[in-house]
Structures are given as structure tokens and as C-alpha cells.
């Protein structure tokens, strides 16, 4: 335990004198596998990238032991102990396990932002964005798997991908299982957060006055507020790497590999035959017999698709890329993104960071896992709501909003706006109690792009979510803002003394005391994103010159190559993405294992590459 580096991080916790024994008790759970920093020559399947899909998809294939397998992560294969307590999810971002990516300019909202950019945060490292998510257990609507089908993808109804969610699932909270909707045993750890916020009670009570079901959102239905589970396993972090590879780590057929960055995926006549990377200063090439998979995200996937020769032809042309396939890849690209709106509370509330670093409630965690460290970043409640508010004939919601406590610094970080803008907005209330209300849309109609910088591959890739460019995308966020404000002005949350902020958003002057014009120019000023990246690897009918995949993941025109992660989706779920994900890895295990020939004569000579290192070279 390295208690200097653990300080390190950018946390409210680093100065305490209580982070010895914090991290202590923070040890008795492992959140990250033994690694290796030798490998094979070869190897059947090669996957590339250890995050909410990888390290899903190498767990569960390692299962098979007549299969050697290869797990390549960019990133840190040991998070920071205190990525563990779910309040300070928040606080890792722009460090060493965050991408720290930037959207390009966006043309149709980010007035308000520096640059017109949306800060994009994505982790890196063994356990991936599952690192820096909210840990919000969110599946889905029934639809969208459906929708899926009806577009192509063959086997992804909801009846298809339903036993896969239930296989993933531990739940640890009894009364969710009575409805036949959840399971135990899986390595995902779900429960309740051990955290009731002030403010809690009364959005509850402000929701059910005004109509509102109050639900288990993973449940029959999902329009409603819901009664949040997280991927918290006693009161801590349950990333997929604490999930699927520490239980795997004895394996000896298993190679997980950190700070080894892919350049790009080895093809010859079609064929993928295995992957570059650097790896300690030295460029290796490593073989996979079977199949090269790649996990790495929505918008790392396509950049090494396009690294390799598999995209759109013009664009690799532009960049003297062989082309070896020409596809749709980059295109398709959706996201979540969302407007804030802030309120005040009452000043005796403490800030969250306060109430993070107060003595009192640190023992309380460490002691019994409760209390504001137990957090979902601060999320207290999420409800999934459409135009029709109280109990919809059609259950198919078309935004989401979220209520969270936040520390002043949220805004001003990690939403990006401009000095001037947060000076005048928020200035007013640095030392105040405040949360704020998200409203997303959940079906966007806009699509972007990721495309290439260049041909390094260390340079980030060109993100263009493109929000907004359909103007019906507006109309649910400004729908959300609305339910917002009426909770936020009910009666029942006059107790925490909630107060919309008196401060007019700059440049919305002109609009203010005309609600729909007033939310329309603050959405257009400035959004967040969800950090829900999908699409750009679509899957679906492989006759469809939209798709990259077909129903099995299989790239088209290319032998032994996948996708397995969040940018095959072909149109984004009606929720968070990070339980979608995880399903879309598990069925895609049994998918690739159905493949696998009984016989383990396939695997009786192995040739040198058995015991022997990757072939290096100088080269960096």
C-alpha cells in the first residue's frame, strides 16, 4: 500500500489523517488482479482493452482452459485503493486513469464552454470507465433490445439479452429478487447505496404528490423515479476488473497485461493474425491462432479499427492508410448529453465536501460502509421520464434526470464553461450547500463521428457527438429541466430549503421568465456529457452498409476479428451504458465459446511461443 501515491490523487480525503486507516480497510477487498509483464508469442485470442467489455470477455473466456488468451490494457493495471469509495468517483478524473479527452468544437451548443468543447472523461486502466462511472445499475428499456433486432441484430431482443443481465447479477438487496427481474451469484456485485441524502426523502415525496411511480427501474416497467442499485459490492467500488479478472487471476491460461498500448491490429489476406504494441519502450508483435477482439470503447475502438486499415476508405486515404476494409467505422456515434440546473440548499446541509472529510463520517465508512463515502458520486435518485409524465400508456421514457450533490468544483472543472460565465452563474455561491438537476434526452436522433487525428496512435482521437445537430434533440432535456424545477420548488423540498439559483445564466437574459425559452438557451449554451460513447462499430444485418459487425460481433470482410464493447450498439439504450455493456461481453463469450471445437486436439502442440517472449524490437 503506498500511501504517498494514494495522496497523490486529487481527492478531499489526501490530507486526512484517517487515510491510513481508510486505505487499510479499503485493502481488505482487491480491486485489481495480479498482472504479468511477460507474454506468449501466441496465443488463441488476443483482446484488446481491459475495461467494462474486456475484462468481462477475458474473465469468462478464460473459463475455457483448453484456451490461451492475451488481455492487452493501455492503462494502470492497479488503481488507486481510494477509486474504491463510490463518493470520489468524480475526483479521478484528469488523472493517470482518465484518457482526458476533449470533443471537438461543437457547432450546435458550447457557447457557454471554453473552446465550444465538452470535457470527455474515459478510463483507462484494468476495470476501464467502470473506474470512473457513477455506478448507477441501470439495464435499459425492454424496447430498445427489441428495436435492436428489428434493425438486424439478429438474437439481441430483449428475450435474448434478459438471461445475460441476470447472469452478470449479484444482488444483494432480498427484496429485489421476489419479481423474477434480478438474480445472484453472477460476479457483479448490485445493491443500495448505504446513503440517504437530506434531500432524499423529500424528491421522493415531492414525486409521489405529483404523480410519479416510484419504482425498481430494472424491473416490468421503467418510467418513473427509481429506486437506485449500484455496482457496490459492501459499500465499495465493483469495477469489472474486481468482478471478472481477480477471480481469474490464478488462471494460467490467462495473461493480463498492463501499460501495453495497441498501434494497431496485424491483418494479412483478410485475416486478422495479431496485434503491435509498446510495451516498456519496446514495440511487440504478438499472434492469435483464433481470433483478435477488439474491447477498447466507443471511441478507441474505432481508432484502432482505422490504425489497422478497417474504415472508411476517404479517410484512411487522407492519412496514407492500406485500406483493408472499407466500413462505416466512426460513423453512428451516440452519446448522452445533458443540461444541469443548480439549486441552492439549506446552509446548515454540509457541502459534500465536508461532509467527505468530516472525521465523524470517515469512521462511519471505514467502520460499517455508510454514510455520504458510501455515495454514488453523490447521486441520490434518477428517474426515467417522457412528456406524458404520470403513468404513461406507452413504456418507452425519452429523458432521464438525475439529482445530485455536488461540490462547487463540478461546474467549474468538469463541465469546462468559461471563467467569466461560472463567475457570474455560480459565483455567488462558492461556500453554499448546492445540487444539481441533469436532464438527458435518451433516444438522440443526432449522429457524429470519431475519426483520426493522425496516424500516431497516442494522439487522441477526433470525438464529434455532433449534439444537438437535430433540433428535436432539445425538446426531452427541456421537458426534464421542467420536472426539475417543480421538484425542486415542491413543497416537500422546502424542508432541505431548496432554492433555484437567483442568478440569471449569462446570455439567456432576454429569456428569463419564460421557461421552454430559458432552458432552450442554457441547453444550448452548454451540455455534459454522460460518458455513454456508442454506435460506431454498429452491429446488425451484415448486408446493411451502415453496420461494421454482424449479429456475432464478427467484423465484416475480415476473418478472426471482433468487436465485443459499447460501439456495437446500434442505437443507444434508454439509460446508462455500463450494465449494457458488461451483458453485451457476456453473451458475447458464449457466442465465441460456441465456436470452440470440443476437442482439445487443436491445442495439442502449441509450438515455441508456449514459453517463450513476444518478439521485440527497438522501436517506441
Not at 487522407?318 to 456515434?333: C, T, W
Not at 451516440?334 to 439549506?346: F, N, R, S, V
Given at each position: 500500500m503506498d500511501i504517498a501515491a494514494e495522496r497523490a490523487y486529487p481527492t478531499p480525503l489526501a490530507n486526512s489523517p484517517l487515510l491510513p486507516l481508510l486505505l487499510i480497510s479499503l485493502a481488505t477487498q482487491k480491486n485489481a488482479p495480479r498482472t504479468s509483464t511477460t507474454f506468449k508469442d501466441e496465443y488463441d485470442y488476443i483482446i484488446v482493452g481491459g475495461g467494462s467489455a474486456g475484462a468481462t470477455l477475458a474473465g469468462r473466456l478464460s473459463e475455457e482452459s483448453s484456451l490461451k488468451i492475451l488481455l492487452l490494457e493501455a492503462g494502470t493495471g492497479k488503481p488507486p485503493l481510494l477509486n474504491d469509495v463510490p463518493s470520489l468517483g468524480r475526483n479521478f478524473?484528469?488523472?493517470?486513469?482518465?484518457?482526458?479527452?476533449?470533443?471537438?468544437?461543437?457547432?450546435h451548443t458550447g457557447e457557454a464552454l471554453i473552446n465550444r468543447q465538452v470535457i470527455w472523461p474515459a478510463g483507462k486502466g484494468l476495470g476501464g470507465s467502470s473506474l470512473l462511472n457513477g455506478m448507477l445499475y441501470v439495464r435499459g428499456n425492454h424496447k430498445d433490445y427489441d428495436n435492436w433486432e428489428a434493425q438486424g441484430a439478429k438474437g439481441w431482443s430483449f428475450k435474448d439479452v434478459f438471461p445475460y443481465f441476470l447472469k452478470l447479477e449479484d444482488n444483494r438487496n432480498p427484496e429485489y429478487l421476489a419479481d423474477g427481474y434480478h438474480a445472484v451469484g453472477g460476479p457483479v456485485t448490485v445493491e443500495r447505496p448505504e446513503y440517504r441524502a437530506e434531500m432524499m426523502g423529500p424528491i421522493y415525496e415531492a414525486a409521489h404528490i405529483q404523480g410519479f411511480d416510484i419504482l425498481d427501474s430494472n424491473g416490468a416497467r421503467q418510467t418513473g423515479f427509481d429506486v437506485l442499485q449500484g455496482t457496490i459490492r459492501n459499500g465499495q467500488r465493483c469495477s469489472t476488473s474486481k468482478a471478472y479478472l481477480v477471480p481469474a487471476e490464478n488462471r494460467t491460461n490467462l495473461d493480463v497485461v498492463p501499460e501495453a498500448h495497441v498501434r494497431k491490429v496485424l491483418i494479412q489476406d483478410k485475416q486478422a493474425?495479431?496485434?503491435?504494441?509498446?510495451?516498456?519502450?519496446?514495440?511487440?508483435?504478438?499472434?492469435?491462432?483464433?481470433?483478435?477482439?477488439?474491447?477498447?470503447?466507443?471511441?478507441?475502438?474505432?481508432?484502432?479499427?482505422?490504425?489497422?486499415?478497417?474504415?472508411?476508405?476517404?479517410?484512411?486515404?487522407?492519412?496514407?492508410?492500406?485500406?483493408?476494409?472499407?466500413?462505416?467505422?466512426?460513423?453512428?456515434?451516440?452519446?448522452?448529453?445533458?443540461?444541469?440546473?443548480?439549486?441552492?440548499?439549506?446552509?446548515?446541509?454540509?457541502?459534500?465536501?465536508?461532509?467527505?472529510?468530516?472525521?465523524?463520517?470517515?469512521?462511519?465508512?471505514?467502520?460499517s460502509r455508510t454514510g455520504p463515502l458510501a455515495a454514488t458520486e453523490f447521486v441520490s435518485i434518477i428517474a426515467f421520464l417522457n412528456a406524458q409524465f404520470v403513468s404513461p400508456t406507452v413504456d418507452y421514457p425519452d429523458h432521464q434526470i438525475y439529482f445530485i450533490e455536488i461540490p462547487i468544483e463540478f461546474p467549474e472543472q468538469q463541465v469546462g464553461y468559461k471563467p467569466e460565465i461560472f463567475k457570474e452563474y455560480y459565483g455567488p455561491y462558492m461556500n453554499s450547500s448546492m445540487f444539481i438537476c441533469v436532464s438527458h434526452y435518451l433516444h438522440p436522433k443526432s449522429r457524429g463521428t470519431v475519426r483520426l487525428n493522425s496516424t500516431d496512435p497516442y494522439d487522441p482521437p477526433v470525438i464529434d457527438p455532433n449534439y444537438f445537430e437535430d433540433p428535436d434533440d432539445i425538446r426531452p432535456i427541456i421537458d426534464g429541466m421542467k420536472t426539475c424545477q417543480r421538484i425542486a420548488k415542491s413543497k416537500p423540498m422546502q424542508k432541505v430549503g431548496a432554492k433555484p439559483f437567483k442568478t440569471i445564466f449569462p446570455g439567456c437574459e432576454q429569456f428569463y421568465g419564460h421557461e421552454d425559452s430559458y432552458f432552450t438557451c442554457i441547453a444550448r449554451a452548454a451540455v455534459v456529457t454522460l460518458s455513454h460513447p456508442v454506435g460506431t462499430a454498429k452491429m446488425g444485418d451484415p448486408t446493411d452498409p451502415t453496420t461494421v459487425v454482424d449479429h456475432n460481433l464478427r467484423v465484416k470482410g475480415i476473418k478472426g476479428l471482433r468487436v465485443v464493447d459499447a460501439s456495437i450498439i446500434p442505437t443507444i439504450p434508454s439509460g446508462n451504458t455500463n450494465t449494457p455493456t458488461i451483458m453485451i461481453a457476456e453473451k458475447a463469450a458464449d457466442i465465441i465459446k460456441e465456436t470452440i471445437e470440443s476437442s482439445s486436439s487443436e491445442y495439442s502442440s502449441y509450438g515455441s511461443g508456449d514459453s517463450s517472449y513476444g518478439s521485440g524490437s527497438d522501436e517506441s
Open positions: 478524473w484528469f488523472t493517470d486513469i482518465d484518457w482526458q479527452f476533449k470533443t471537438v468544437p461543437q457547432e493474425v495479431g496485434v503491435q504494441f509498446d510495451f516498456q519502450n519496446s514495440t511487440y508483435e504478438v499472434k492469435a491462432r483464433r481470433e483478435v477482439i477488439i474491447s477498447a470503447g466507443g471511441t478507441n475502438t474505432p481508432q484502432i479499427l482505422m490504425l489497422s486499415g478497417v474504415g472508411p476508405k476517404d479517410h484512411l486515404q487522407e492519412f496514407g492508410i492500406p485500406v483493408v476494409a472499407d466500413l462505416p467505422v466512426g460513423n453512428n456515434f451516440q452519446d448522452h448529453c445533458g443540461t444541469l440546473t443548480p439549486y441552492e440548499l439549506d446552509p446548515k446541509i454540509l457541502t459534500t465536501t465536508e461532509k467527505v472529510q468530516k472525521p465523524r463520517n470517515i469512521i462511519e465508512y471505514i467502520d
